[in-house]
């Protein structure tokens, strides 16, 4: 169970260190970046977020290469929504605007693109389900996905 004290450390943690926004234009988003680990595992597990966090790729410059190695992690769609109204009071003005800015265009999204942005997830998650089973590119399992879906199965 989530307790006012995750709220509050959740809410204190975006402020700092958040980012809000709408995914390609439709999909309520929040994303965090850091160097430490265990904050963005701790953000992971009091937000229930079910993705995965990934590590951020450095670049081969001899700079980017002493830097410590970075995390990143985000929650989506309703689950954000949800985090964003319960922490919109804790927020600054900025992030409050930036919220409100996100709701709006939330609400607005007509239920056609809604089922879209459901089918476009559904599609995308068979293609990686195609890629790990047979141990091949994005590319081949999107034309092996199109042959499944037109029923030429080889």
Known sequence: ???VKDIAWVAGLLEGEGCFHLNRGRAPTIGIGMTDLDTIERFKFVTKGAQKIHKVEKTNSAIAQLRKPAYSFQI???LAIEWMMTMYPLMGLRRKAKIREILHGWKNLRPAQL???KVE???SAMIEIIMKA???SRE???VK???ILA???K
């Open 140 to 142: 081949e399992a999107e």
């Open 115 to 117: 089922i879209a942005n």
């Open 1 to 3: 169970m989530v307790t």
């Open 134 to 136: 047979r141990n091949i």
């Open 151 to 153: 029923g030429e199965i």
């Open 121 to 123: 997830r559904q599609h």
């Open 145 to 147: 996905y199109l042959e």
């Open 76 to 78: 989506g769609g309703s």
